[in-house]
């Protein structure tokens, strides 16, 4: 026992034992060992699934408190996207209607400058007989342009809306650089690049389900899926596919960029489908994966929704689950995401599927994997009764 002690005391002194991580076991080479900053614990993994894996294995002792970011839930994951670092902000229905009053009232100002101006050109003696001249009328007055009243003169009225125009000019500069696209400046990549830098490998169509049901039906093209580890041992099928509605208006065609994660089926059958966000207004399709279907859903989650763990009535809420950044993260992407049986499924609009959004897709690969661990951490009935405040 000394002897081990002293061992290890030596490869801290070394450095070979930084941190709390994953290092091979000293008592077994052909496994893993969690050492957590001080000794060795009981946690032990294969050293085949290990080395297998993209990023180190994901800590076994779990912290209750929500992380800030997602950085933080998983500090060595290898796709370099926090949240927080490409996070649009979302423009709601409110700052649209004084957006447009803002616009409305810096054109007044104008057009009423225009207008003074107008009629005191049309009050001169040149403008008066030009206008009534030709028609055997003669001119009450010709007074010239130096004597005409203050209130026809527009220069001092100018002077005064200038300062409104200035301040009328800076909000609508303020509000458009919010309404602007950010996806018009995020960097993109070819499919094969992002994947091959993130050890990504192309997957047989025939690994993605197949079938979506619409109300006329229609045939999708798809660019991937890639299969391979976003963090940890979690495995997703990450791609790109496009299909056509048919509304009202017309046919449209939708283009989405995909991430796909599967529980463990000990932690699927604890989850009822669709029991955790509601059904995005408007759509009208499903997803079937295998056997089963998923509908799309939406991230704003209202706060009476509660998710039925393990065919507890009571069930608990979706803030106990969840860390509200991330939900609000991923909301800023137009994220749908959806839950059925196995599957998880997270998709983002694009305008170009061809390449690669890299900062969205990184952060949209980081946020499917910490949701499947906290679905996990839900199932194993370690989530507190308690609700996170918002």
């Known amino acids: 026992m ?3 002690v002293n061992a290890d005391e030596r490869r801290m002194a070394q450095g070979e034992l930084s941190g709390a991580a994953w290092y091979p076991d000293p008592g077994d080479t052909s496994q893993w060992r969690w050492w957590d900053g001080h000794s060795w614990t009981e946690h032990t993994a294969p050293q085949a699934v290990a080395a297998d894996a993209v990023v180190p294995l994901s800590s076994p002792l779990r912290s209750w408190n929500a992380p800030h970011t997602l950085r933080d839930a998983f500090p060595h994951a290898t ?3 926090p949240l927080a670092a490409h996070t649009p902000r979302r423009i709601t229905m409110n700052e649209r209607t004084v957006f447009v009053k803002a616009l409305l009232i810096m054109a007044m100002p104008i057009l009423f400058v225009v207008f003074i101006h107008l009629i005191a050109l049309m009050a001169g003696a040149s403008s008066v007989n030009l206008a009534f001249g030709g028609s055997g009328i003669p001119p009450v007055s010709n007074p010239d342009e130096s004597s005409l009243p203050a ?5 001092w ?4 809306f200038l300062p409104l125009f200035i301040g009328m000019c800076t909000m609508f500069y303020r509000m458009a650089r919010h309404l602007r696209d950010d996806s018009s400046d995020e960097v993109h990549e070819e499919w094969s690049t992002w994947a091959a830098d993130r050890g990504f490998v192309l997957e047989l169509i025939g690994s993605l389900p197949q079938r979506r049901m619409f109300t006329k039906g229609r045939k999708r093209s798809t660019t991937g899926p890639y299969r391979g580890l976003i963090t940890g041992n979690c495995d997703a099928l990450v791609g790109t596919t496009s299909w056509v509605e048919s509304s009202e208006d017309g046919e449209s065609t939708r283009q989405v960029h995909f991430v796909i994660v599967r529980m463990p089926d000990h932690c699927a059958t604890r989850f009822p489908s669709c029991t955790v966000s509601r059904h995005v207004n408007g759509s009208c399709y499903d997803y079937r994966a ?10 704003q989650l209202d706060e ?7 065919g507890d009535p009571s069930g608990v809420q979706w803030r106990e689950l969840f860390d509200p950044i991330l939900l609000e993260g991923i909301s800023q992407y137009g994220v749908e995401w959806s839950q059925d049986g196995t599957d998880l499924m997270f998709m983002f609009s694009g305008q170009n599927c061809t390449t690669v959004p890299v900062a969205r897709l990184d952060t949209l690969c980081i946020a499917a ?3 499947l661990q906290r ?6 009935g370690d989530v507190s009764g308690a609700a996170i405040a918002a």
Request: charged residues 15%.
């Open 375 to 380: 679905y996990m951490i839900a199932a194993q």
């Open 151 to 155: 209130e026809f003169n527009g220069t």
């Open 290 to 299: 295998g056997q089963k279907q998923i509908r799309f859903e939406s991230t």
């Open 369 to 371: 994997a910490f949701v």
């Open 304 to 310: 009476s929704f509660r998710i039925l763990v393990g």
């Open 157 to 160: 009225l100018t002077w005064v």
């Open 2 to 4: 000394h002897a081990c």
């Open 79 to 81: 796709v370099e996207a």
